[in-house]
């Protein structure tokens, strides 16, 4: 297997984010389920093995040759990048493997530092680590474009294939490098959010080659109608900010639904969103507002964007609302003077109000701005196909702080402009399940997964929990050989030193995981 060496990553730019044309604008979509991002040390801080041995940065990147294709490998291979390094690694040390999911990895070398769950468990138990990029995110494209023919080799499937691959044919860049294939060496699979539940498709799906896992806010169950993103914020949220939410959405809802298009007209004024032609633009762009939540952490403190919306609606005059709020005729004025003065502005800039958050237009050429190193696109293309994860309103029987003008059939037209043709399902007026989410569950167990030596850790407050073991209607309880661990923290809090540092609840998890993995390294043994 050749190997390459490459200390700048531009090497491998190809047609990247540097080529975006000038008027690559279009809507603003939800946030995707990422780990947090963590700054990479320095490059003038020198990095040591154990023996004193001085060893690349940690940005130092390599490159791998992948399978094009897994189910037909003789459409040859493409480069793969991937980052590595071994300051703890003693013989017969595990090797930690991490992919960050949906973005350029590039950002994301911190995850091979005990300031983070992989390192820490490297440090503890003499191992070695690796960030792997995922397929047709930052550099690690097989194609030249990010075209439907292209992406036909974009699947959750062959993103499993490739840490299987890598981790079966890799020549390591440290001594011994040849001879740490799985059977020879325990390899440890780590990930969080889409990366944690690829850790337990992984592990479920290639038990021969990934000794144990851990995933975090690991979104294990695809689940088409997503309203419960919404749940775990309507849950956690200050109460008087969820009250008066959810008595504007109520109102919101109502006057949509009456087809007075005064009543309309005057309500998308109040936010200064009379430029929106569609209803359920409108009722989208509202939702905005709500995913500054997943930006939090235990050591966020108050001044976040979240709670600058919430104090726009409560504090008034001074004096903040009691646990009902101040009720609907002062937070929707409110509500919509934010809008106005504030927030705007900073979503959307100066662009007009229908290419920030119309979803309308189909001949707009962002819905087919096919560059490489466009991570929504790629995404997306993982939800239109088989996720699904579109996010809507609750359903009539449950409370809800997002509008229910809003259905899964929003999502899917958008993916019909994304990906002509791929998708033939995505209409306007039914919902079809043209994501495989069932066939996505079945294959890899969701919930259900019995995979041993698998920990799941999640964060109560997490907005992405209900597609995670810890969700309100999970069926799996976990078990001494796939524990389930629960803190107070948000998206992925567990992965993160320093959020341990700020809960003790999150710094929990994070010990109890180490001991489950020193006991479980503790009983391998190699292969014959």
């Known amino acids: 297997m050749l190997l390459f060496h490459l200390a700048l990553p531009a090497l491998l730019l190809l047609r990247s984010a540097a080529a975006r044309p000038a008027h690559a604008k279009g809507p603003l979509g939800p946030p995707h389920p990422r780990v947090p991002h963590v700054e990479t040390p320095s490059e003038e801080v020198p990095v040591t093995s154990r023996n004193g041995t001085q060893l690349p940065p940690y940005t130092y990147s390599y490159v791998f040759e992948q399978l ?7 459409l ?21 493997l991490m992919t960050p999911g949906e973005v350029d990895a590039s950002g994301y070398t911190a995850y091979l530092t005990n300031s983070t769950i992989n390192g820490r468990i490297a440090q503890e138990l003499n191992g070695a680590t690796v960030v792997l990029e995922h397929r047709f995110f930052g550099n690690s494209n097989p194609y030249q474009d990010l075209s439907v023919k292209s992406l036909g ?96 959405i109520a109102h919101v809802d109502s006057v949509l639904a009456s087809n007075d298009n005064t009543q309309i007209n005057a309500l998308k004024s109040t936010f200064g969103l009379q430029g929106l032609s569609h209803n359920d633009d409108f009722a989208a762009a509202l939702q ?38 101040w009720g609907l005729d002062n937070a929707l004025q409110a509500w919509g003077n934010y809008w106005k003065s504030t927030y705007y502005q900073q979503i959307c800039g100066d662009d007009d109000v229908e290419t920030c958050l119309g979803t309308y237009d189909a001949t707009n050429p962002f819905w087919s701005y096919d560059y490489l190193d466009n991570a929504d696109r790629s ?8 996720f699904g994860f579109y996010f809507d309103g609750a359903p009539s029987a449950q409370p809800t702080i997002t509008s229910r003008a809003v259905t899964p059939s929003y999502g899917e037209r958008q993916c019909g402009y994304r990906f002509p043709g791929a998708f033939p399902g995505n209409t306007t007026t039914s919902v079809v399940e043209v994501p495989n989410a069932r066939g996505l569950n079945v294959a890899y167990q969701g919930w259900e997964t ?49 959020e341990g540092a700020a809960s003790a609840k999150v710094k929990s998890v994070q010990d109890t995981a180490v001991t489950y993995m020193q006991e479980w390294f503790a009983q391998w043994t190699p292969s014959s």
């Open 76 to 96: 040859g291979t493409f480069r793969q990048r991937y980052w590595h390094t071994y300051e703890f690694y003693e013989p017969g040390g595990p090797i930690i």
């Open 288 to 325: 905005q507002n709500l995913f500054a939540w997943q930006d939090m952490q235990p050591d966020s403190g108050p001044g976040g964007g979240f709670y600058e919306f919430c104090d726009a609606l409560e504090v008034k005059n001074g004096v903040s609302a009691g646990a009902s709020g």
């Open 153 to 248: 080799v974009l699947t959750v499937q062959q993103a499993v294939d490739d840490l299987a691959y890598f981790a079966q044919n890799v020549n390591l860049p440290m001594p011994g490098g040849d001879q740490l294939a799985p059977g020879k060496a325990p390899w440890i699979l780590v990930g969080g959010s889409y990366g944690g539940a690829l850790v337990s498709y992984a592990m479920s799906n290639k038990p021969d080659v990934f000794y144990a896992g851990y995933a975090s806010s690991a979104v294990v169950q695809a689940i088409i109608d997503f309203w419960g993103y919404f749940e775990p914020i309507r849950q956690s949220m200050p109460a008087n900010c969820s009250a008066d939410i959810e008595a504007v």
């Open 68 to 74: 094009i294709d897994h189910n037909n490998p003789s």
């Open 379 to 386: 995404w997306q293309w993982l939800l239109c196909n088989e």
């Open 450 to 498: 019995t995979t041993p030596r698998l920990i799941f850790a999640n964060g109560i407050n997490d907005p992405w929990r209900e597609a995670t073991v810890a969700a309100d209607g999970s069926p799996n309880t976990g078990s001494d050989m796939q524990p389930h661990l629960l803190s107070d923290g948000f998206h992925c809090s567990d992965m993160l030193i320093r």
